[in-house]
Every structure is written in C-alpha cells, then in structure tokens.
C-alpha cells in the first residue's frame, strides 16, 4: 500500500544536477508510486554537517507536501527518503504522517505494514521515559532503533537488531545524521527492491520508484537487511549472515508509467490492453511448437499426477481465476476450486501433495495471497504463481512463475491485469492439457491461434468505446447498477460490478443470471439499470437462449437493459435498450471482450460525476497487509 523511496548519490547535491539532487528523486520516486494509495506524504534528508535530520510531511495529496516544500525550502541532501502512507494506525494527520523522527532528531525513520507488537513494546518504551508524538506503530519502531542505535554504535547492526524484536509485516527505512551517505532498510513480509546506478542506488517498494533513473534492480529476499551507500550495496540477513540479491533488468521504461496523452492512466492501460495480451502470449512456444511457460520448478511426473487445482487470489484477481476455472476444467478434465486467499488458510483446506495451487496476483505482494501461498507449501501442495510484477514476493516463495508481462498498471482499479491473467491462466491449463495428454498438438495449436486473435478483437472493442462513454454520460443519476451473466461470463458481471463499485461509489452487484427467480429479481424495480452479457448463439453450452428469456424477465419487470453481444446476434435487439456489440469470439475466449465495455463505462460514470479514477477513495493499489 504505501510507497518508499530510498536514495543516496556520491556527489555532494550542491555538485549534482537538479535532476539528481536526492530531494527530487524521492519526490519523483513518489509521484510515481502514487498509484499505490496513500493519505499523506513526506520526506527526510541528510547530509553532512546536519546536526538534525532535514524533514517535511503533510496529510493529504503529495502536492501538499510539494507545497510545504515550497513554502519552507529544505536543505541539499547527500541521502534522502521519502514515504506516502495509507493509515492503519492513527489517521491520516500531519503528526501520524511519516518520516517518524528519534535519537534527539538525528535519526529519521519510515515504515510500510503493521506492527502487531507495537503496543507492548510502546509500553516498555514508555517505562523507559520515551515521548511519543504520534499514534502510530512506527514510531515505535523509529524509537526502538534510536535505542538500539545508541548501543550498537552502527546503524545497519541496529536495524538487524529492531527487526528481530518487530511481529507483523514490515518493510523499514533508516537514515541517521551519523551516516550521511548511508540509507538502511529492512523487509519482512512486505516488499523492498534495490535500484543499482553508478555513483548513486536506490530503494523503493517498487521498482516504478526509481525506473526515472535506472532498470537494474536487485531482488531482496524475506528477513534481510540491505544498506545502500552511493558505491555499494550490502545484505545480511536478520541473523547477521551475508546475503545475496538477484539483479535483473525492468523490462519496461519510465514512459510506460506516464498517461501518454490519455485523460486517466485507467484509460491508458484500457487501451493497453491489446499489447497485453499479446506481450502474455509472446514467446509461448518452442521450436516444436509445444508450450512454455516462465519458471516451472515443478516435476512433470508431478503435474501429471495433480488431481485438484486450487486458485487463491483476491479482488480482479479471484474473477480472473474464476473465468480460469471454466477453461482449465474443459480442457484438462482436472476440478478447480476457486478460493479468496484471505479465507483459504482459516477454513482447515483439504490441500496435499496431488494438488497444484495457483496464486494469481498483479503486484506480487498480496499479503493475503502471499500467507495463503505459504499455508500451501507448509500443507506439501505445488505453488504456480501468476504475477505482473518481476522481484516480487509472491514468485520467489512459489515453485513455478508465470509472467504476464502486461507493463506496469498505476490506476487502482484493475483493466489490462484482469485480461493478462485470463490469458495466462489459459496458457497454463493448455500447458497442463499438453502435458498430461488430455489434447493433441493440433488441438492446442488451434487454441493458440484462437487466443492470439484476440487483441485484434480487443482493439475493436476499444475503438467502440464512445458509445459506451456516451451511454454512462446519460446515467450520471444512476444509484444502482445490475449485471448478469452465464458460464464464463458470470464473473464478468461480478467484475463489472466490482469496477463501478470501486470507481462511481454506486451500488453495484454481479450475478449468475440463473439465480435471477432465487432471489435477486426482487431488487428490479421500473428504470433499474440491468447489464447483461449474452454468449454467442453459436455456444454449444446452450445458454444463449435461456440468458436472452433473462432478458425479458426484467424487461418486464420495468428493467433498463444494456446488452453485450456478439456481432451479428440480431436476436436480443428486440429486447435491448442498448446494445454494446463485440466481435465473434469462441465461448472460453469471449471474457477478454466482455469485460472491456464494463470497463470503459464504470471510468466514464465516475468521469462525469467528477471522482478520481486512478485512485478511488479508500483503495490502494497493492494490499500489502492482511
């Protein structure tokens, strides 16, 4: 959730360009984890000859911050980090917000997660004659290492030291008037990335934090303790042991992360969503034309041998898995469950050696998907992960990795992830369908050529899109919006669904069309806005004309009905209000089109009633605690 940045450069900032000097990189490093959600901001600066450590901090936006900034212009720096907060403990105030200062103000510290022992080791601390300022939990952490500091004599053995004694998730930044060129952190449960440059490094809880800069980054395992000094980088472990990073190369620039000329970055990665896709299916095959996918540290023998998959995933992510399912089962003939990871552990899962997990994650650092991914392991089950983010948490603990290559995505709300994991996810049960021989070559073969035709038919969509802005311009008024959906495209209306609830803050619910007399035809009263998506009428699945009688049963009932169907399925327009047309697809394949026309209306609903799109309120990004 919140965003950290961490930077120190050789040269004195006074000698270096403005757009080195460590002030700017954080600021810059923050501007772009704001994606991420937060509540307030600040920064903290060191140098030497500080008796004190320069700092700012303001609730709100970071242009807040920029302001104060502004208004009291802070001192040249040689090493500085910067922290925008999501409030857990204490709200989101000026005195709550990060950096968190100690040791006489010449130690500065901030701190993404929770601290679950905070309040008895505040207690100790307060025995022991120490003032607290704020609310929060980190301070007692900034507290703990002016202590620890103060008899340890070095500020990463003092950190090593602090996490040790910390429970909970947390990622710890550290600078101190002692140590001018020198930033410490420490991870636990909560992610931190190195940037390597020449003459200066970098910390972020993404690499978006510093790829201004630099694309060499280095991975940075559970339990280590990294310190950063313009010409090195050091890792220990919480025991004291050296330790190893694994560098790699962000395989996309900082121009990705702009809006590139588009009104939103929601509405940028929209129209990213062809290139998405493809970048997921790029490279997929070898010279036999056999399927393969990232890193599977799995035994065939033992795929082979799976006789239950479990999908653990949250949010946009659990819809995608939950598309997945209809798919892997139809092909590989193997049950799929779909799970939300934050009750997966808590319900005794029947989980063993014969069953492959699937987590599915954007950022890689779900912690609820990340405590359920290690439930798995301990329990003896294969974890394959489906991830967005490279260096991530969730990858490294896992036994196989799938990339989706979808780019760095900033708005809150998900587009291009939801339809890059689909695709991933299919990969992967026609790599299991492959693999276990439940297809033929020229079957798979024919499903590949069906999937790579796909972002053609994306882009089609998208350019269709006016109408459907048009369409949610005149709903402004709207207070409750229903959608319906069949088979695979049941959790397309439920993301549907989730998309206007996050984005318009209306009442928003996806159901299976099927459950309409069980209940839910009760909420259709005359006017009510009802989505429904219509599978094609060449489905063997034999649906589309029971969905088209769904049609009618709220149309009847006074329902307003906006209908997403395939070109050429002149059937429901006697029975559409509206009518958001998607080119022919196969059954399985028809949620990546689907979807799209969900998306571009619940960002232009919230467009017109004036609400932020790329960060709704009460969202982050990334939740990285539980």
Same mark, same amino acid.
């Given at each position: 959730?919140?965003?950290?940045?961490?930077?120190?450069?050789?040269?004195?900032?006074?000698?270096?360009?403005?757009?080195?000097?460590?002030?700017?990189?954080?600021?810059?490093?923050?501007?772009?984890?704001?994606?991420?959600?937060?509540?307030?901001?600040?920064?903290?600066?060191?140098?030497?000859?500080?008796?004190?450590?320069?700092?700012?901090?303001?609730?709100?936006?970071?242009?807040?911050?920029?302001?104060?900034?502004?208004?009291?212009?802070?001192?040249?720096?040689?090493?500085?980090?910067?922290?925008?907060?999501?409030?857990?403990?204490?709200?989101?105030?000026?005195?709550?917000?990060?950096?968190?200062?100690?040791?006489?103000?010449?130690?500065?510290?901030?701190?993404?997660?929770?601290?679950?022992?905070?309040?008895?080791?505040?207690?100790?601390?307060?025995?022991?004659?120490?003032?607290?300022?704020?609310?929060?939990?980190?301070?007692?952490?900034?507290?703990?290492?002016?202590?620890?500091?103060?008899?340890?004599?070095?500020?990463?053995?003092?950190?090593?030291?602090?996490?040790?004694?910390?429970?909970?998730?947390?990622?710890?930044?550290?600078?101190?008037?002692?140590?001018?060129?020198?930033?410490?952190?420490?991870?636990?449960?909560?992610?931190?990335?190195?940037?390597?440059?020449?003459?200066?490094?970098?910390?972020?809880?993404?690499?978006?934090?510093? &790829?201004?800069?630099?694309?060499?980054?280095?991975?940075?395992?559970?339990?280590?303790?990294?310190?950063?000094?313009?010409?090195?980088?050091?890792?220990?472990?919480?025991?004291?042991?050296?330790?190893?990073?694994?560098?790699?190369?962000?395989?996309?620039?900082?121009?990705?992360?702009?809006?590139?000329?588009?009104?939103?970055?929601?509405?940028?990665?929209?129209?990213?969503?062809?290139?998405?896709?493809?970048?997921?299916?790029?490279?997929?095959?070898?010279?036999?034309?056999?399927?393969?996918?990232?890193?599977?540290?799995?035994?065939?023998?033992?795929?082979?041998?799976?006789?239950?998959?479990?999908?653990?995933?949250?949010?946009?992510?659990?819809?995608?898995?939950?598309?997945?399912?209809?798919?892997?089962?139809?092909?590989?003939?193997?049950?799929?469950?779909?799970?939300?990871?934050?009750?997966?552990?808590?319900?005794?899962?029947?989980?063993?050696?014969?069953?492959?997990?699937?987590?599915?994650?954007?950022?890689?650092?779900?912690?609820?998907?990340?405590?359920?991914?290690?439930?798995?392991?301990?329990?003896?089950?294969?974890?394959?992960?489906?991830?967005?983010?490279?260096?991530?948490?969730?990858?490294?603990?896992?036994?196989?990795?799938?990339?989706?290559?979808?780019?760095?995505?900033?708005?809150?709300?998900?587009?291009?992830?939801?339809?890059?994991?689909?695709?991933?996810?299919?990969?992967?049960?026609?790599?299991?369908?492959?693999?276990?021989?439940?297809?033929?070559?020229?079957?798979?073969?024919?499903?590949?050529?069906?999937?790579?035709?796909?972002?053609?038919?994306?882009?089609?969509? &998208?350019?269709?899109?006016?109408?459907?802005?048009?369409?949610?311009?005149?709903?402004?008024?709207?207070?409750?919006?229903?959608?319906?959906?069949?088979?695979?495209?049941?959790?397309?209306?439920?993301?549907?669904?989730?998309?206007?609830?996050?984005?318009?803050?209306?009442?928003?619910?996806?159901?299976?069309?099927?459950?309409?007399?069980?209940?839910?035809?009760?909420?259709?009263?005359?006017?009510?806005?009802?989505?429904?998506?219509?599978?094609?009428?060449?489905?063997?699945?034999?649906?589309?004309?029971?969905?088209?009688?769904?049609?009618?049963?709220?149309?009847?009932?006074?329902?307003?009905?906006?209908?997403?169907?395939?070109?050429?399925?002149?059937?429901?327009?006697?029975?559409?209000?509206?009518?958001?047309?998607?080119?022919?697809?196969?059954?399985?394949?028809?949620?990546?089109?689907?979807?799209?026309?969900?998306?571009?209306?619940?960002?232009?609903?919230?467009?017109?009633?004036?609400?932020?799109?790329?960060?709704?309120?009460?969202?982050?990004?990334?939740?990285?605690?539980?």
């Amino acid at each position: 959730m919140c965003g950290i940045v961490g930077y120190t450069g050789r040269q004195a900032a006074a000698a270096v360009e403005p757009s080195t000097r460590p002030l700017e990189v954080v600021m810059e490093g923050l501007r772009r984890l704001e994606y991420r959600g937060y509540d307030s901001a600040g920064v903290a600066l060191v140098a030497p000859g500080f008796d004190q450590v320069a700092w700012a901090k303001k609730s709100g936006k970071l242009s807040n911050l920029a302001a104060v900034i502004d208004a009291s212009p802070l001192p040249d720096a040689t090493a500085a980090i910067g922290h925008t907060r999501w409030a857990t403990h204490g709200g989101p105030t000026d005195l709550n917000a990060h950096p968190h200062l100690a040791d006489d103000g010449r130690l500065a510290v901030i701190h993404n997660g929770i601290i679950e022992n905070f309040a008895e080791l505040k207690a100790e601390l307060l025995d022991q004659g120490v003032t607290f300022l704020s609310e929060t939990d980190t301070e007692v952490a900034a507290q703990l290492l002016a202590r620890n500091y103060r008899s340890a004599g070095n500020l990463t053995e003092a950190m090593r030291i602090t996490a040790t004694m910390l429970r909970g998730t947390f990622t710890l930044l550290a600078v101190h008037t002692d140590n001018p060129h020198t930033v410490v952190g420490a991870r636990h449960d909560s992610p931190l990335v190195v940037g390597i440059g020449e003459g200066e490094n970098f910390l972020g809880s993404d690499v978006a934090a510093f &790829i201004a800069y630099t694309k060499e980054a280095m991975e940075l395992a559970q339990d280590q303790i990294v310190t950063i000094t313009p010409d090195s980088i050091d890792i220990i472990d919480f025991t004291g042991a050296r330790a190893e990073g694994k560098r790699y190369t962000v395989d996309w620039d900082a121009n990705a992360a702009e809006k590139g000329g588009f009104s939103s970055f929601m509405d940028k990665e929209i129209h990213d969503q062809p290139q998405a896709v493809a970048d997921t299916l790029r490279g997929r095959t070898d010279a036999s034309g056999h399927i393969q996918l990232d890193e599977i540290r799995i035994d065939e023998a033992l795929l082979r041998s799976v006789d239950k998959i479990i999908v653990i995933a949250c949010g946009t992510a659990a819809y995608a898995g939950q598309v997945a399912k209809y798919a892997i089962e139809h092909w590989c003939r193997i049950p799929v469950e779909v799970e939300l990871a934050h009750e997966f552990r808590y319900r005794d899962p029947i989980v063993d050696a014969q069953t492959l997990v699937v987590a599915i994650s954007q950022s890689g650092e779900t912690m609820d998907t990340l405590m359920a991914v290690r439930h798995a392991r301990e329990q003896g089950a294969k974890v394959l992960s489906i991830v967005n983010a490279h260096g991530s948490t969730i990858p490294r603990e896992s036994d196989a990795v799938l990339y989706t290559h979808a780019g760095p995505e900033i708005a809150v709300a998900s587009t291009k992830a939801f339809l890059a994991q689909i695709t991933a996810a299919y990969l992967l049960g026609m790599y299991l369908a492959q693999l276990r021989g439940n297809k033929f070559s020229d079957e798979i073969d024919a499903l590949l050529r069906e999937l790579r035709a796909i972002p053609e038919k994306v882009e089609t969509v &998208i350019q269709r899109g006016e109408y459907v802005k048009a369409t949610a311009r005149s709903m402004k008024q709207a207070t409750s919006v229903l959608f319906l959906g069949r088979h695979v495209s049941y959790p397309v209306a439920m993301e549907g669904a989730l998309k206007l609830k996050e984005l318009a803050y209306i009442h928003a619910e996806g159901f299976a069309a099927g459950e309409l007399k069980h209940g839910p035809i009760a909420l259709i009263d005359e006017g009510q806005p009802v989505f429904v998506i219509v599978p094609s009428p060449r489905s063997r699945t034999g649906l589309h004309s029971k969905v088209v009688s769904n049609i009618q049963e709220v149309r009847a009932r006074g329902a307003k009905t906006f209908v997403i169907a395939e070109d050429g399925d002149d059937t429901v327009v006697p029975y559409a209000d509206e009518i958001f047309w998607i080119p022919q697809a196969p059954t399985l394949m028809q949620p990546l089109l689907a979807a799209i026309p969900l998306q571009i209306f619940a960002m232009e609903l919230a467009t017109v009633k004036g609400l932020d799109v790329d960060q709704p309120r009460n969202l982050a990004k990334s939740v990285t605690v539980e």
